[in-house]
Every structure is written in structure tokens, then in C-alpha cells.
């Protein structure tokens, strides 16, 4: 019986279908925003992790491109497929970079901690084996270094950078990850996007701004004048920058 979580993105399971014909799969998960129920079609991506018996080869990777692009052709809403390819004898190192397909194109990255934990916790079985009996426990310790590292790794990065801020994705991203983050290290609890929006004003987040991102995320189009891009880009990034200093401190939550 199809998990109802995936009734509206039908192309998932189709995905799922064709994909033995490219590599030897052994399970098929959906996790993200699909496993939590907060997926917003037409906005969310969707997040895909198949366990293959062993690591796809060139010739396995150029069927693999083939597929997505030819779903993508077919189907507009297979241009939000992020998958994660990941041999079944190398999944115990959370650092090992990882076969990965987003936005267009096959590169590798690591299947974090987070992503594990979210896997196990919130992930759709969609073929072979419950993630529990394939992927390790993540436990309360590491999940909240794991999710701090997000603060102190890429997102210290990001905001050593003012002009990305101006930007969108950055402004939202950066700010509901501080929310997520803080989240894990005091509740040991994995917030959705949407939990995390209700929680933006306890780290001084404007009103108006969190407004904002709420019609970003329901799919309205926000205009900003330069001025206000340029305000909203400083406060953002100063807010961040604070939760960096505390939360990444190794102090909260434990």
C-alpha cells in the first residue's frame, strides 16, 4: 500500500520504478519535507535516499543522468528530485562523500548526521527495508553535534559573506536553520520548516520578515526595493551571526 505522504507527488513512485533498470537497488526511501508532512508542492524539494549494492560505475552515472533528465522532460515536478545514491557496504561514515543527485546534475556530498536522523525518524519506506534495518542509530549526542556543526560550518561561512545575503534563500534558509538548530540542542527534537517559522520571534526576528518568509514558502512572490533587500540582508545575517556565538558554543543543550 502506497504510503498516503507521497499521494501528491506521483512521480516518486514512478522514479522508483525505473530505477532498477540503472543501478542495483536495494531500498528506496523518501524523507524531507515528505516525511514530516510539510512538503509545499511546487516549492519543497523532494528528498530521496536508494541504498544500491555497490557504488554506481560511469556507466551506471551516465544512466542515472539519463533518467533524471527524461523524468524531468516528462514531468515538471521531477526537476525537485534530490537523490541520494548510497552503497549498502558504505553507509557507517556520516563524512563520506556520497553520489548525489540536485539541481541538474550528479556531484558528491556527504549523508550527514541529520539526514540520517531524519531518515530514521521521519522516513517513507517506498522499496525494501525499513531504514532501521540498514542505517545506524543516531543518538541524542550526536545529532546535537551534528546539528551544531551546521551553524559553525556552512552557515559561519555564509555569513563571513554580506552580499549573499541579499538574497532570499540565504535570508530564509539561514534563519529557520537557527530555529532547527535550536530545537535539536535544547528539545533533541527535529523541527519542520513550518514548526520552525513560529518559533523565528525568540530570536528577535522582525514581525514583518517572518511574514516574509511564511508567503515565500506558501508561493507568493514578495518584492523587495533595493533599500529594503539591503536592510532586511543586515538584520538576517546579524541575526545569525548571534545564534553562531551562542549555539554553536557547545553549551546549549547539554
Known sequence: MTD??????PVVARFAGSLGAAVDLVAFYAGGSLGTGDYRPGISDLDLAAVVESAPDPAAEAALT???HDLAEADDTAAKLHCFYLPRDRLADPAEEQLNWAHGELYRRPFTV???AELLRHGITVLGPAPARLFA??????LRAAARSELTGFWAGAVA????WTQDVYVDLGLLTVARVEATLTEDRLVTKAEALTRLDRFGVPPGLVEEITRRRAGAAVVLT???RATRAEVARTIVAHAIDTLGSGTAGQ
Open 4 to 9: 498516503p505522504r507521497l499521494a501528491p507527488v
Open 66 to 68: 539519463r533518467l533524471h
Open 114 to 116: 541529520v539526514a540520517r
Open 137 to 142: 542509530p543516531v543518538d541524542a549526542a550526536d
Open 161 to 164: 559573506k554580506p552580499h549573499l
Open 226 to 228: 533595493d533599500a529594503e
